[in-house]
C-alpha cells in the first residue's frame, strides 16, 4: 500500500502517512489513538464544567467511564446495521474497529440512553447531564475526524478546489471510489491518486466553530438543556451539509437516501424549534410580570 497523501494546490505531499504505530508486537492504529485522545480531552472538558457549575467532578468521571463504553457500543451497532453488507459474510469482523467503522449518531443516540439511566443512579437532573457533558461531545469528534485521515475514509466526491485530496487507490476502500473519481484520477510517479474533498476537515472544522458557540454561550442560556440543543442544531446544520458531500455514505435500508443526512435535519429542525418556543415562553412570562 502507498502512504503518501498530498493537498496540490495548498503544495502539501506528505510522504508517509502511516494507519498504525508498533510498538514491540503491538500495533496500535491512530485511528483508535485520535478517538481515545478526543475522549480523554472531552472528560477534562466536562469535568471543569462540572466544578464551574457547582457539580461534583468525580461523579462526572463515573459518567463518562460508562457513557464512553456504551457510546462506542451504539456507535459501532449504528454502523453495522446500516452497512450490514459490509459484515454479513464475516460476522466476527464486526468486533474490530481498528479500521474504523464508528457512526457518531450512534454514539449519541446510546450515550443518551446511558445518561438517562445514570441520572436516576446518580440523582443529578437529566438535562443537567446534557448540558454538563455537552462540552465533550465536538472535542471528540475533531480528534475522531483526524482518526478518518489515517484511515484514508469519510472523503467527499471529486473536487479541484483548493482543499482538494489526494488519495493512492490503493491506500482506500475500492467500493468508495466513485465513476467520477475515477475519471480523475492521475499517476504520478508510478502511484495512481484519487481527488477527492476532505470532509473529514470540513467536519472537523464544523465542529471547531460549534465548540466556540458553546464555549461562548454556556453562561447565557435561559434553560436547562438549552446548552445541549444548541449543540444538536448547530452540529446537525453541518453534518447535513457535509454528509451530502461524502461517497460512503450510510443509506436507509432499500432507498437511496442517507440515514445520516435525515436525522441530521430531523435533529436540527427540532432542536431550533424547541429553544424558539422555549425563548417565547420565557418572554411572555416576564412580559406578564
Known sequence: MDYNINFPHLGIYLSHVGKNIKIGNFTIAYYGICIAVGMLLGIAALCHRAKETGQKPDDYIDISIWTMIFAIVGARAYYVIFAWDLYKDDVLSIFNIRQGGLAIYGGIIAGIITLAVLSKIKKIRFLTLLDTCVIGLPIGQILGRWGNFFNREAFGQYTNGLFAMQLPVSAVRQNEITSEMWEHAVTVGGV???????????????NCG????????????????????????????????????RTDQLLIPGTQIPVSMVVSAVAAGLAILVIIYKHVQLARREAAV
Open 192 to 206: 495512481q491518486y484519487i481527488q477527492v474533498t476532505p470532509t473529514f476537515l470540513y467536519e472537523g472544522l464544523w
Open 210 to 245: 460549534v465548540l466556540l458557540a458553546l464555549f461562548l454561550l454556556r453562561n447565557h442560556t435561559k434553560f436547562r438543556g438549552e446548552e445541549f440543543l444548541i449543540y444538536v442544531a448547530g452540529y446537525g446544520i453541518g453534518r447535513f451539509w457535509i454528509e451530502s458531500l
